[in-house]
C-alpha cells in the first residue's frame, strides 16, 4: 500500500495536518481503509490446539531420572551429552487469514496446501559448545 501512494501520490507523506501530525500508513489505517473502502474482514479457519498429556509431569520426572542414571552409570563426559532442538523455517509464509467479502460464506486461498520449508536442527553441548546448524530440506 506504501509503494502505491508513494507512486500515486508522494505528497500525502509529506503534508502535515492541522494538529501538526503527519499521514502514516499504520495497521489501523489499513484495517480501517479494507474494511470501509472494500467491505473485507478478517477471516481464518481454527483447528484443535496440540493437547499436553496429563501425565506431563510424571514423563518428565522419568525421562530426567532415567538421563542422569545413565549419565552416570555410563561415565559419559560433559561436553557428549548434548541438546538439540528443531524449527521450521518457512520460505514463504502462508496463512489460514486472509481478506475476504464481509459476509462471504467460502474462503477460498490458493497454495494453503502446499509447504515451502525446511527444517535447522540446532544443538548445544552441556560444556557451552554450540555444534553447527543442520538444514534439513528433505526427508
Given amino acids: 500500500m506504501i509503494a502505491v501512494i508513494s507512486d500515486l501520490a508522494p ?3 509529506h503534508q502535515r495536518a492541522k494538529d501538526g ?7 489501523t489505517f489499513v484495517r480501517h481503509w479494507l474494511h470501509h473502502t472494500l467491505h473485507w474482514s478478517e477471516r481464518h479457519a481454527t483447528r484443535a490446539a ?3 498429556p496429563g ?3 510424571g514423563l518428565c520426572e522419568h525421562s530426567f531420572l532415567r538421563l542422569a542414571y545413565t549419565i552416570k552409570e555410563e561415565d559419559i563426559p560433559s561436553a557428549l551429552y548434548i541438546n538439540s532442538d528443531q524449527t521450521q523455517v518457512v520460505y514463504a509464509q502462508g496463512s489460514q ?8 460464506k467460502q ?6 496446501d502446499e509447504k515451502r520449508a525446511f527444517t535447522v536442527m540446532v544443538s548445544i553441548s ?3 559448545t ?3 546448524l543442520q538444514a534439513i530440506y528433505q526427508g
Avoid at 21 to 27: T, V
Avoid at 97 to 104: F, N, V
Avoid at 107 to 112: A, D, K, L, Q, Y
Fill in 11 to 13: 505528497q500525502i507523506f
Fill in 21 to 27: 501530525s503527519q499521514f502514516q500508513c499504520s495497521d
Fill in 50 to 52: 496440540q493437547k499436553i
Fill in 55 to 57: 501425565n506431563w509431569e
Fill in 97 to 104: 487469514l486472509t481478506w475476504a467479502q464481509t459476509g462471504a
Fill in 107 to 112: 474462503i477460498s486461498t490458493v497454495g494453503n
Fill in 126 to 128: 552441556n560444556d557451552g
Fill in 130 to 132: 554450540m555444534l553447527p
